[in-house]
């Protein structure tokens, strides 16, 4: 019988619990969190203080999960050492937990860069953890000045998310545009405009020079007066046990497609991974619940004993704000098709292939447009014309018609 | 497992299967009251274009995209059948942006709504293909 153990409780390792029980029903599982939780959806936070889900319903899985999958569960507890020659994992309780198939899915955390006087915040948050958001939550009041750092994904969700439960929001990125990892310029102007209509403030091109308990002094000479500050400047992956096993790493834990590291029997998926973004061609940190997921899924079946290859990972966002709707996907790279009559629309294409899209407010079957970068359909056996103006299956030909629709296999 | 196919030769573009998945869907027991005035949202949709026409609806799939990206939950696979929980989904659209097909779409409530095969009828047939009134949609299993 094999001893699968994993580290992590997040959409990677339940990927991974998923794909081992497809292969092997018998396998002893055992999950390691250094969280208290029932598996969740990290990215529900802001839904939560929003008040559009609340701890049961975002729960990432049914309470029956584990117990139906036939895994043991140690929370609280912190993984502090691999031996990949004796083939344990240590606990921060000094006991130790051998394994056959280790998968590490750690998942990232909050970067906080230098700043000075960050210390003399009393009031301070990130806002990764439903622990985080609970704290956050609790010390927000009517009359809350809220300070972000990050106008991110992680930043603006927060801001969603609190937006009614408090006084003013004011987000401080030091990038000229909000959303500068999923978006272009002019997209994320029409996004910042909409989130200013609530009455969200942003200063950005700016940075906080230095904090006092209950101000940010900013480069650019102004002065911000807040009573809580959140940090949402970034995540980093965290690659520091199998980095102390002597694994590969960059900047996150390097895998190969089987999610396999460089250390045998040693398997990594999610955020703290670095993978082939087959949009680029090129290994890079793809911080995402989907692929964080199917990375899991693909890494448990190679674990269990079956060959699985997860070779289409691309960059893809759905998000969306106070009802503003966006989808990205791919990257901005080559010639443009736009349409910005009905919403925004941008499609990038090169070397017969699409590469990347944008879509803000209409976004109806952006699937398509996904598939055609994730499969690499060269764009010359479509009518790449129809399909710009409207995503569908009219632009194939009826022969890929009939197998996608008529279930014809070839 | 049986699952709606499409023959698209067949297809005459009458729109049929939209109003009956539309009707299936809403809590009346009159087609015509149900579906009197208002823009319907049905989970099959006929594209058209230079006489082609043809109905897509949720595919089923095997390994499906939506499910496996679903980032709440809420979309799971239920004896081969990919159904939503419409209480756990907060309408992130992460399954609209990883559905091949275009099969799933925002719905009134701001989350999302997909085919079901009309799972609680009574004869376990889809609507849409009891209505189609050329065989240009079938429930089968191939």
């Known amino acids: ?410 | 497992m049986k699952r709606v196919y499409v023959n698209e030769k067949w297809c005459l573009g009458c729109h049929l299967c939209e109003y009956n998945c539309a009707f299936a869907n809403s809590d009346e027991t009159d087609m015509a009251r149900a579906l009197k005035d208002i823009k319907i949202h049905p989970n099959i949709q006929v594209e058209e274009n230079n006489g082609i026409y043809f109905a897509v609806s949720c595919r089923h799939c095997d390994e499906p995209l939506c499910v496996k990206g679903c980032i709440t939950g809420a979309l799971t696979i239920n004896d081969g059948v990919i159904t939503i929980d419409k209480n756990k989904c907060i309408g992130c659209y992460t399954c609209i942006l990883s559905c091949p097909f275009g099969a799933v779409a925002p719905s009134e409530e701001g989350v999302v709504q997909k085919c079901e095969l009309c799972m609680k009828t009574h004869d376990g047939i889809p609507k849409c293909v009891q209505g189609c009134p050329n065989a240009a949609i079938v429930f089968e299993e191939r």
């Open chain 1, 1 to 410: 019988m094999i001893k699968y153990v994993i580290i992590g409780n997040s959409a990677a390792a339940i990927g991974a619990v998923e794909g081992i029980r497809q292969v092997d029903k018998k396998g002893e599982i055992t999950i390691i969190s250094n969280e208290s939780h029932h598996t969740y959806s990290r990215p529900l936070i802001s839904y939560l203080l929003l008040g559009k889900t609340d701890e049961q319903r975002m729960k990432y899985r049914p309470d029956d999960f584990y117990e139906k999958n036939n895994c043991k569960t140690l929370f609280s507890k912190t993984v502090t050492n691999i031996d990949s020659k004796k083939k344990t994992v240590t606990l921060d309780d000094n006991t130790s937990i051998s394994y056959d198939k280790l998968l590490v899915s750690t998942g990232s955390s909050p970067f906080v860069p230098p700043m000075d006087g960050l210390d003399s915040v009393k009031n301070k948050f990130s806002f990764m953890t439903l622990d985080e958001a609970k704290a956050l939550d609790s010390a927000l009041t009517s009359d809350s000045k809220v300070l972000i750092v990050g106008a991110g994904l992680i930043g603006l969700k927060c801001a969603e998310g609190i937006h009614a439960k408090v006084a003013n929001i004011t987000v401080i990125d030091l990038a000229p545009n909000i959303l500068s990892s999923i978006l272009d310029t002019q997209g994320s102007a029409i996004v910042q405009k909409h989130l200013e209509s609530k009455g969200v403030v942003f200063k950005l091109g700016d940075s906080v020079q230095k904090f006092t308990e209950k101000t940010a002094l900013l480069k650019s000479g102004g002065t911000i007066d807040f009573d809580v500050l959140v940090l949402a400047v970034g995540v980093r992956p965290n690659t520091q046990l199998v980095k102390d096993a002597g694994g590969e790493v960059n900047r996150g834990i390097v895998i190969n497609e089987r999610m396999e590291t460089s250390i045998p029997d040693i398997y990594s998926a999610g955020d703290c991974t670095e993978g082939m973004d087959i949009s680029i061609g090129q290994n890079r940190i793809l911080a995402l619940l989907p692929n964080a997921y199917m990375q899991g899924e693909c890494a448990g079946k190679n674990m269990a004993g079956e060959a699985c290859v997860f070779d289409k990972a691309i960059p893809m966002n759905a998000i969306g704000f106070f009802g503003l709707h966006i989808i990205t996907a791919g990257t901005y790279d080559g010639e443009v098709y736009e349409d910005l009559h009905d919403g925004y629309k941008k499609l990038f294409y090169k070397d017969d292939l699409l590469k990347g899209y944008i879509l803000i407010e209409n976004i109806k079957k952006a699937g398509i447009y996904t598939s055609l970068i994730r499969e690499k359909t060269p764009l010359s056996t479509i009518d790449f014309t129809l399909i710009c103006e409207n995503p569908g299956l009219m632009a194939f030909g009826r022969e890929v018609r009939e197998e996608k629709l008529g279930g014809l296999k070839r």
